[in-house]
T-cell receptor, first 114, second 115 residues
Framework: DAGITQSPRHKVTETGTPVTLRCHQTENHRYMYWYRQDPGHGLRLIHYSYGVKDTDKGEVSDGYSVSRSKTEDFLLTLESATSSQTSVYFC?????????????FGPGTRLTVL | AQKITQTQPGMFVQEKEAVTLDCTYDTSDQSYGLFWYKQPSSGEMIFLIYQGSYDEQNATEGRYSLNFQKARKSANLVISASQLGDSAMYFCAMRDGNTGNQFYFGTGTSLTVIP
């Protein structure tokens, strides 16, 4: 199994509070991704990174920011959490941008915003 | 525009039978990759199988095979000899050649294997 961990695994927070989710990999993969998964929507890309300090927006980036200061860590921040951000968040990694490179996923973080 | 379409929200199959999960995709790139992932009720995402756009043979991995029909832009997953442990959500995904940074996922198919 790819070495990907996410922390925390579960979090309950109040509306308006900041939240940071961490993804850590031991595979030295260049690409890292943050998705959210909601019923009926599959996985939707929030942000991704293609190198240290290189990030870009995905389909549902509003209300989220990311940072990648080291190859192994990719942080997702909800500056002011809202109830619509209640979801399961997955981090994923990929070795390169080539179309044949698959993604490997972390275990997910279940976030509840009250 | 929807890049990946999975039209079967739920499927049932008898144990030991084969089942096909449908996936169609949309891209103008010549080079792309197609992937299937399994998500059991425990929640983790498990990579199953990959097909490249230039691959002439259909991909196979154990009981999983990918029925790749390029002209129809379909990449159906075939699971042979279904087992109870195959009950899960299955997601089809694509990675474009020109925008290789991103993966596009379908909404998934829930498969239930009946004993």
């Amino acid at each position: 199994d790819a070495g990907i961990t996410q922390s925390p695994r579960h979090k309950v927070t109040e509306t308006g509070t900041p939240v940071t989710l961490r993804c850590h990999q031991t595979e030295n993969h260049r690409y890292m991704y943050w998705y959210r998964q909601d019923p009926g929507h599959g996985l939707r890309l929030i942000h991704y990174s293609y190198g240290v300090k290189d990030t870009d927006k995905g389909e549902v980036s509003d209300g989220y920011s990311v940072s990648r200061s080291k190859t192994e860590d990719f942080l997702l921040t909800l500056e002011s959490a809202t109830s619509s951000q209640t979801s399961v968040y997955f981090c994923a990694i990929s070795d390169s941008g080539e179309p044949y490179n698959e993604q490997f996923f972390g275990p997910g973080t279940r976030l509840t915003v009250l | 525009a929807q890049k990946i379409t999975q039209t079967q929200p739920g499927m049932f199959v008898q144990e030991k039978e084969a089942v096909t999960l449908d996936c169609t995709y949309d891209t103008s790139d010549q080079s792309y990759g197609l992937f299937w992932y399994k998500q059991p009720s425990s929640g983790e995402m498990i990579f199953l199988i990959y097909q490249g756009s230039y691959d002439e043979q259909n991909a196979t991995e154990g009981r999983y095979s990918l029925n790749f029909q390029k002209a129809r832009k379909s990449a159906n997953l075939v699971i042979s000899a279904s087992q109870l442990g195959d009950s899960a959500m299955y997601f089809c995904a694509m990675r474009d050649g020109n925008t290789g940074n991103q993966f596009y996922f379908g909404t998934g198919t829930s498969l239930t294997v009946i004993p």
